[in-house]
Every structure is written in structure tokens, then in C-alpha cells.
């Protein structure tokens, strides 16, 4: 495929169902998480990223879901500091 150029939705569900029920192995994501970290995004990046998500409306499950998600996070990163002291 050549960068600009059209996709029927034909062409984007058959993409779509060649991809399900494949993954990443642990490893390739790892390497794709550290070339992420530490990247800096402009200003203007920032304020479109922003702009996409205001006004989007999640369920009260979701956010649910979200705050059980964070918690867990703030343990393991928690956790791995103390065992850093010791």
C-alpha cells in the first residue's frame, strides 16, 4: 500500500480479519515500549491529542475499570521501588 493513497472498505475488512486473533510476542513489545519512552511530542501534538478525546463519554463500568487499572499500576510501580531500597 502507498502512503496517501485510498483504501476501499472492502479492502480495510479483509485487513481488519487477517489481523484477528493475532498478537505480539512479549518480546517485540517490549522493544516497541522502550523506543516509545522518553520520546517528546510538540506542543501542537499534545493539543491535538487532547482535542480527540475531549467530549467522549465513557460509561460508568469503564471508568470503573480505568481507576482498578491505575491502582494496580501505582502498587507494582510502589512495590518495585521498595525493592530497589533494599
Same mark, same amino acid.
Given at each position: 500500500?502507498?502512503?496517501?493513497?485510498? /483504501?476501499? +472498505? +472492502?479492502?480495510?475488512?479483509?485487513?481488519?480479519?487477517?489481523? &484477528?486473533?493475532?498478537?505480539?510476542?512479549?518480546?517485540?513489545?517490549?522493544?516497541?515500549?522502550?523506543?516509545?519512552?522518553?520520546?517528546?511530542?510538540?506542543? +501542537?501534538?499534545?493539543? &491535538?491529542?487532547?482535542?480527540? &478525546?475531549?467530549? *467522549?463519554?465513557?460509561?460508568? +463500568?469503564?471508568? !470503573? !475499570? *480505568?481507576?482498578?487499572?491505575?491502582?494496580?499500576? !501505582?502498587? *507494582?510501580?510502589?512495590? /518495585? !521501588? *521498595?525493592?530497589?531500597?533494599?
Amino acid at each position: 500500500m502507498r502512503k496517501g493513497s485510498r /483504501v476501499s +472498505e +472492502e479492502t480495510k475488512r479483509k485487513m481488519s480479519e487477517a489481523r &484477528k486473533g493475532k498478537y505480539l510476542p512479549d518480546e517485540t513489545r517490549l522493544k516497541i515500549s522502550e523506543t516509545m519512552k522518553g520520546r517528546k511530542l510538540s506542543e +501542537e501534538t499534545k493539543r &491535538k491529542m487532547s482535542g480527540a &478525546k475531549k467530549g *467522549i463519554q465513557l460509561s460508568e +463500568e469503564h471508568k !470503573k !475499570k *480505568i481507576s482498578e487499572s491505575m491502582i494496580k499500576a !501505582k502498587r *507494582i510501580i510502589n512495590e /518495585v !521501588k *521498595i525493592s530497589k531500597i533494599r
